[in-house]
Nanobody, 122 residues
Framework: QVQLVESGGGLVQAGGSLRLSCAVSRQTDRLYAMGWFRQRPSKEREFVAALWNTGATDYADFVRGRFTMSGDNAGNTLYLQMNNLEPDDTATYYC????????????????WGQGTQVTVSS
């Protein structure tokens, strides 16, 4: 069983930055792909970023160059550094873990956190 707990959300002005954290209850031993999704108001949940078990990362086009996903060496915490935030980034952000990359990018990860709210004012 893997438990994920997000934190770090809040209210920020457009152009500002936030860093989200995802605490992982046990080390995943790189067996899982880890990622971030978000759900904007009245929108479907959408892929934001992924950290593959190779250590490589991938991003949705709408955050590429602005967001950076990373993890600590112990695999206990994941981060999503969000810079140059826009009002359109207002959403609940979720951390997820999946057994395969296909499951992760399709939003079918086995484990999800409860989400953390990010609000960007104009």
């Amino acid at each position: 069983q893997v438990q994920l707990v997000e934190s770090g959300g809040g209210l920020v002005q457009a152009g500002g930055s936030l860093r989200l954290s995802c605490a992982v209850s046990r080390q995943t031993d790189r067996l899982y792909a880890m990622g971030w999704f978000r759900q904007r108001p009245s929108k479907e949940r959408e892929f934001v970023a992924a950290l593959w078990n190779t250590g490589a990362t991938d991003y949705a086009d709408f955050v590429r160059g602005r967001f950076t996903m990373s993890g600590d060496n112990a695999g206990n915490t994941l981060y999503l550094q969000m810079n140059n935030l826009e009002p359109d980034d207002t959403a609940t952000y979720y951390c997820t873990a999946a057994r395969t990359s296909q499951k992760l990018v399709s939003g079918q990860g086995e484990y999800w956190g409860q989400g953390t709210q990010v609000t960007v004012s104009s």
